[in-house]
């Protein structure tokens, strides 16, 4: 059994989990040790318009990893698996970033490719999902990645980038409100990248990330997380919940735990989203997974620690 605390850390939010891992005849098990602790810290903020990651969000992402450093001391995980995506991949001045993740953990950050977030996300949400042909997104801050495949392994993956930070600040939907020119030229910009995508060939869609965990528990009625691993969600509630979303200011939001703060000025871009996906595809429903990139992460390290 191999105990892997695996860190991700994407456009909007810094995430880590602990977890044991045992390969059995009947497939990969996981066991949480440590649940996913999650920090808001904005690291892709202005990436898209400077290339840079800002002095403050440098110091955000490095408050959250002595938080986990604690966690992963404590517990005496046997490998820390450190993965960075879109920011870092178009940030100019992502070396600062890699010191300081040096500095505080002692590894070296992996950036990962758009293909490599796919397939890794694919296969955390879609273990023992065989036999249909399923679409995976992973909607995050600064991209959005879309795997499709009938197995474990997807035989489709494509990392467009239209995450929510980036439509948000590309548009400035942090105004208040959402102006109608504002939302029709972002509508369009995100139609046009969604035609890479042959979304309606699936035959069961599945959303993970942030962006589609607000979105979903807020068609269930709900005002803050439950601690449910999977979601199935109306496809008419679900579009329900991302015009609500569009609609509301960040006052209205306040009234939603689940909607933390730092997630007020981009929810809405992501609720577009994700709205633009569903309209796209005519399933009657979609399912929300917890499951993510790091349990992914976490999977694979394992997998490679097995193999030595």
Do not use: H
């Amino acid at each position: 059994m191999a105990r892997v605390a695996g860190i991700d850390c994407g456009t909007n939010s810094v995430k880590m989990e602990i977890a044991d891992v045992a390969f059995t005849p009947s497939g990969p098990k996981i066991e949480i040790v440590v649940p996913r602790k999650v920090w808001t810290i904005r690291l892709g903020e202005g990436v898209d318009k400077t290339r840079l990651i800002s002095s403050f969000a440098l110091k955000r992402l490095r408050c959250s990893l002595e938080n986990f450093k604690e966690a992963i001391l404590s517990f005496d995980a046997r490998r820390i698996k450190f993965v960075a995506t879109s920011a870092v991949r178009d940030a100019r001045n992502s070396e600062e970033f890699r010191q300081i993740v040096e500095e505080v953990l002692g590894v070296t950050p992996q950036i990962l490719s758009g293909e490599e977030e796919g397939r890794l996300g694919f296969e955390a949400a879609c273990m023992g999902m065989e036999g249909q042909r399923k679409l995976l997104v992973d909607l995050g801050g600064g991209s959005t990645e879309f795997s499709i495949g009938e197995g474990e392994v997807p035989s489709f993956i494509r990392s467009l980038d239209i995450g929510c930070v980036r439509i948000a600040e590309k548009f400035e939907f942090a105004s208040d409100p959402l102006s109608p020119e504002k939302r029709k030229r972002a509508e369009a910009f995100i139609s046009g990248q969604l035609e890479e995508v042959p979304i309606s060939s699936a035959a069961r869609l599945i959303g993970i990330s942030g962006s589609v965990a607000i979105v979903s528990f807020m068609a269930a009625g709900e005002r803050e997380f439950s601690p449910s691993k999977k979601l199935e969600v109306k496809r008419e509630k679900g579009i329900e919940a991302c015009e609500k979303l569009m609609s509301m200011s960040e006052e209205e939001m306040a009234g939603y735990p689940l909607i933390p703060p730092l997630r007020r000025k981009v929810i809405r871009a992501g609720a577009l989203i994700w709205s633009r996906i569903l309209l796209s595809c005519p399933l009657p429903s979609y399912l929300y997974s917890d499951a993510a990139l790091l349990d992914g992460v976490i999977l694979d390290e394992a997998r490679k620690m097995k193999e030595c």
